[in-house]
C-alpha cells in the first residue's frame, strides 16, 4: 500500500513552515542555520515524493544537488558562526548586523 502523495506534501509543507516560524522568530544565529536546513530538507521531501510519483529520477538528483550546496552552506556557515562567537562572544543576530567589528 502506497503513501498518498498528498500526505508526503503536508508534512513538508509543515517542516518548512516551522523553519519559516525559527527564522523570523528567533535571533539565535544558529537556531537560524537550523531553519534554513529545515526549510531545504522540506523541499527534499517534496522533490522526492513527486519523483517517486512520476517514477522519474530527475527529482531525485535535483535533491542531491541540493544536498551538496546544503554542505557547502554549513562550511561556510559554521565558520560565520564560529567567527561570530569569537568577535562578540554571543550568537545573537542582533549584535552581528552592526557591520563595526
Known amino acids: 500500500m502506497e ?3 498528498g500526505h ?46 512520476w517514477d522519474s529520477i530527475d527529482g531525485q538528483i535535483f535533491v542531491f544537488m541540493v544536498m551538496v550546496v546544503a554542505a557547502a552552506e554549513v562550511a561556510v556557515g559554521l565558520a560565520i558562526i564560529i567567527s561570530l562567537i569569537r568577535n562578540r562572544d554571543s550568537v545573537n543576530i542582533e549584535e552581528a548586523s552592526l557591520l563595526k567589528w
Open 8 to 53: 508526503y506534501q503536508f508534512v513538508a509543507a509543515a517542516l518548512f513552515m516551522i523553519g519559516v516560524v525559527g527564522m523570523l522568530v528567533r535571533r539565535n544565529v544558529i537556531v537560524m542555520f537550523m531553519s534554513i536546513e529545515l526549510m531545504l530538507n522540506a523541499a527534499n521531501l517534496s522533490f522526492v515524493a513527486w519523483s517517486r510519483l
Open 3 to 5: 503513501i498518498p502523495v
